[in-house]
């Protein structure tokens, strides 16, 4: 496709929610009727919540850890999904009292960085009754998956992001595990419907919309691809959890949900950031552990014109911390700068493909309907910060040719 015949008018990323910087070209994206978007909208309600009440949710989550180990089931009483950030580390720690007997599980696929390794060695660490387990997909099998979301969805992440919700669940079924502690509700906390929002565990419809993107299971690819269905089961949301005596609990039901209290909480406990911030973000502790979920992000950029900067920006606009100008300015400086060649080089090295060809793979999912060609290789998001435009972005063929 000739770039210099695109749309000449692409829809504009606004409106914007009037609180935070989340664009409507956000999937799932809704606005109530004061024009704010449902994350934000579940953040005015968060500060009516008293001390007391907080109090009294912590001793209900104290008490789901209690009633697991009084259940004396022969091998855990509480399974942790862990990736070794902040956020998992935090559900260790609080899972961590009245003598529960806790399984971190984590999925390992072989890209860790080395800041990856050492903050998930830490989780171990958290206590004499936490024990961890690494698995390991096939890793033939994996790439195949990563190299298909990639190449027909857009996302490196998109059969990863299964397996990384599912697993656990399969485990904590094997081992007759009667609680599961799991992060933040998305629904709740980055905007969704308020069904899902409203729930304190996880179901096969919040798997569907979290976990999986759109209604695009793991068997879709398995029959396109001549994997056999067994194969994948890992994969897939358990449908006997919801029957089973297992429990699973969003630990943001329980407790604030809030990056800077869970940051503190995890270098107490022998955690690690970046000594500067990179890979488009402000931040230097997120997403550190590996390098294929930049470039998931980086492609949210490309296909719906907002990227990590924007997610770590509303966050921390809901929380308090800054306001939505001081938001503005965040975004301006790191949303558009482009993966770096560490990152690229070590993707298309595990992926076995070259990084021009990875770069040309990303460029293709660039949404003409949002970007509009500018010059010399370079595009603009009409309508980015509620300006104009963005400053000119350049194609990844050309920056890794």
């Known amino acids: 496709m000739n770039e210099m015949n695109v749309q000449a008018e692409p829809r504009s990323l606004g409106p914007y929610c009037g609180a935070c910087w989340f664009p409507s070209s956000k999937p799932k994206f809704e606005l109530s009727a004061v024009g704010l978007c449902r994350a934000c909208e579940s953040e005015v309600k968060r500060p ?9 949710l912590e001793e209900q989550f104290s008490e789901l850890i209690r009633k697991a180990v009084e259940l004396e089931t022969p091998n855990f009483d509480v399974l942790v999904p862990v990736s070794g950030g902040k956020d998992s580390i935090t559900q260790v720690v609080r899972a961590n009292q009245h003598g529960a007997r806790i399984l971190a599980v984590s ?46 969805y857009g ?94 609990v969003f630990m943001s039901s329980y407790f604030p949900w809030d990056s800077e209290t869970h940051l503190q909480i995890a270098l107490e406990n022998g955690f690690k950031s970046l000594t500067e911030a990179r890979e488009g973000t402000f931040r230097n502790y997120v997403g550190i552990d590996e390098h294929i979920n930049r470039i998931h992000q980086y492609l949210k950029l490309l296909k719906f014109g907002y990227g ?12 308090g911390r800054i306001t939505r100008l001081e938001g503005k300015s965040l975004i301006s400086e790191y949303e558009l700068r482009p993966p770096s060649i560490e990152v690229m080089t070590e993707v298309a090295n595990f992926l076995q493909i070259s990084i021009s060809s990875l770069a040309e793979i990303m460029d293709s999912y660039r949404n003409l309907d949002l970007w509009i060609y500018a010059e010399d290789d370079s595009y603009v998001l009409p309508g980015f910060l509620l300006e104009d435009a963005s400053p000119p972005v350049k194609s990844l063929r050309s920056l890794f040719p």
């Open 48 to 56: 009516s919540l008293s001390s007391d009440t907080w109090n009294a």
């Open 107 to 152: 999925v390992d696929y072989g890209v860790k960085t080395k800041v990856g390794r050492h903050n998930l060695d830490c989780v171990p660490n958290v206590g004499n009754n936490v024990h961890l387990q690494t698995y390991r997909p096939p890793l033939g099998l994996h790439r195949r998956l990563i190299l298909d979301g990639l190449f027909t």
């Open 308 to 319: 990590r900067t924007t997610d770590h920006v509303c966050e921390e606009i809901r929380v």
């Open 155 to 248: 996302d490196p992440d998109f059969y990863s992001h299964t397996l990384l919700h599912a697993y656990p669940l399969h485990q904590a079924l094997a081992l007759n595990i009667p609680l599961v502690v799991l992060g933040e509700n998305s629904a709740a906390q980055y905007g969704g419907t308020a069904e899902l929002a409203q729930l304190s565990g996880m179901t096969r419809d919040w798997f569907e919309s979290y976990a999986v993107s759109g209604d695009r299971s793991v068997f879709e690819a398995a029959e396109r691809l001549g994997i056999e269905r067994p194969s994948l089961r890992f994969y897939d949301f358990p449908d006997s959890l919801e029957s089973s005596h297992t429990k699973t």
